[in-house]
């Protein structure tokens, strides 16, 4: 295991960059060319094998290619209709999975509407948003990341280079999120009394925008692209209390945190808390493109073709889904104990290195949602973007596949399924990077 370069692999990447347009794809991005996969393993097209710690973005929680009954669905679907104009005529299918999808959901949810990808789903709940409350703006949080078309554009605030040259954007005012290890206010949780909830009354809801004219506010559950955050339980209680006095939607989104990553279906529910509009997408598909926007029912609909789109329901991507979905429900109590088994087992390991070794700075997850971000040294907390860049390239070189997130922190997101052996192995890379960049042996910071 480990990566052998070649000329295929250096033939492909020169022809993607000659005619591909704009990727998130980088000087610092991995050779990775992928040709197949199988559970925790991925393959290049030179044969490299590599344990999968990405999920290849938090999409392939059941494991990387899906389930034998998910590709077994998608064949039969494909051989019998692949479209249907799902939004301009009826099919049976779309609907049997939004039925199904709702029973994930608390009760009172009873409506969901059918895209291609998280931002669209971002993209639908910011309509019915505005439609329903007839309020024109929108709330989110620094570091978030609601996607990258311009509605959804507006709510992200993660990068500058997200936003740069792309405005004037949809409005949004946005907040602190609760980033405990460098919190926005110079503060320690819990003596903090909570600092960022109350800037929000005092501040983004007194003097930013009225309240009354906020029609949602849009929160992560846990922080992904932004850094894989976990606030505390009562920030998240203190923003669904502000959403509530003040009669605005909260939306969920649970694009990266949804279906199982972080043990639950929906990460929202490890703070007792429910929004009025979830959105998801990656992993729903099972490697199909699908987003999903669910509402309350209560909150009602928008008119016929005031929101709609071709390709949403499409009858393949639904049929992945639905085989995923049953294969989830019918092994939920294991999914749900291997996240919390192996998130803990992962947890364990980071405490470790973090004790062990100077630039890991903070370790934090929820089920196998977890992050870990470095730092030039632990006293100054300068994010040290050079190491993780280091560490993330080392471990390629050994064979651990992995994702960057925030200034300088890395995602662990294997798929759920992944066995213990695998993951231990992955992370005696990730150990071994680590120790090699913060012995200064791989470029320096
Ligand atoms: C929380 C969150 N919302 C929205 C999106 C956008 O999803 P997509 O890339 O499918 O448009 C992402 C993607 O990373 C995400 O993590």
Known sequence: MGFKPSKKIDRV????RKVLMTTTKGSDTVPFVAAKGDGEFVYDISGNRFIDFSSFIAVYNLGVNSTGVVREAIKRQAGRLMHSAFTDYYA??????AENLLTMFPDGFGRVFFSNSGTEANEAAIKFARYLTKRQYLMGFYGGFHGRTMGSLSLTASKNVQRERFGPFAGAVHAPYAYCYRCPFGKEYPSCGLACVDYIKKTTLSKDVSPREVSAIFLEPVQGEGGYIVPPADFVRGIREIASDNGILLVADEVQSGYMR?????????FAVKADIYTMAKAVGAGLPMGVTVARSSLGDMPEGAHSNTFGGNLVAVAAAQAQLGYLKSHMASLESQSKHKGR??????EMLKERYEIVGDVRGLGMMI???FVRDKKSK??????RNAVLRECFYNGLLM???G???LRIIPPITISIKSLESGLDILESAISKSNKGNLPKA
């Open 371 to 373: 992050g870990i971000e």
């Open 13 to 16: 990447i020169q022809r993607d």
């Open 345 to 350: 087992l992962i947890m364990k390991r980071l």
């Open 92 to 97: 049976e299918e779309p609907v049997r999975f």
């Open 262 to 270: 972080t043990g639950k279906f929906l990460a929202l529910d490890h």
């Open 382 to 387: 300068q994010p040290a973007e050079a190491h």
């Open 407 to 409: 200034v300088s922190s």
């Open 403 to 405: 994702l960057p997130c």
